[in-house]
C-alpha cells in the first residue's frame, strides 16, 4: 500500500512538468489528494488539493493560474500539470492523501515518496 509520485525533472523557466501520483494497493477514489513541496531549508507548504466528493481544488497563491491539479479515479491517479515554471518552483514534490471532506488536505495521512522538480537555465 503506498503512493508512487513521478514526473520531476529538469526543465528551464518557461517550461512545463507533469507530476504523476498512482496508488498501488488502494484506491484513491476516498480520498482527498494533495501536492506539497519542499526546498531545500525551507518549510514544507501545501501547494495544491483536490477534494474526494465534488472535485473542488485548492492552489496556493503563488502557483494560481500556473498549476492544474486533476484526478482520473479509472486510473487510480492524480496529476499535477505545471506550466510556466519558475525557478522558485525548485523544489521536492509529495503527494498525500487525506480522508477529510475538504479541499485544503490539512490533515494528510500517507505520504509519497517525493519527486524532484529543478528549474533552471
Known amino acids: 500500500v503506498q503512493l508512487q509520485a513521478s514526473g520531476g525533472g529538469l526543465v528551464q523557466p518557461g517550461g512545463s512538468l507533469r507530476l504523476s501520483c498512482a496508488a498501488l494497493?488502494?484506491?484513491?477514489?476516498?480520498?482527498?489528494i494533495g501536492w506539497f513541496r519542499q526546498a531545500p531549508g525551507e518549510e514544507r507548504e501545501g501547494v495544491s488539493c483536490?477534494?474526494?466528493?465534488?472535485?473542488?481544488?485548492y492552489y496556493v497563491d503563488s502557483v494560481k493560474g500556473r498549476f492544474t491539479i486533476s484526478r482520473d479515479n479509472a486510473k487510480n491517479t492524480v496529476y499535477l500539470q505545471m506550466n510556466s515554471l519558475k525557478p522558485e518552483d525548485t523544489a521536492v514534490y509529495y503527494c498525500?492523501?487525506?480522508?477529510?471532506?475538504?479541499?485544503?488536505?490539512?490533515?494528510?495521512?500517507?505520504w509519497g515518496q517525493g519527486t524532484q522538480v529543478t528549474v533552471s537555465s
Open positions: 483536490i477534494s474526494k466528493n465534488d472535485g473542488s481544488k
Open positions: 494497493g488502494f484506491t484513491l477514489d476516498y480520498y482527498a
Open positions: 498525500a492523501t487525506d480522508p477529510g471532506d475538504g479541499d485544503r488536505c490539512l490533515e494528510p495521512d500517507r
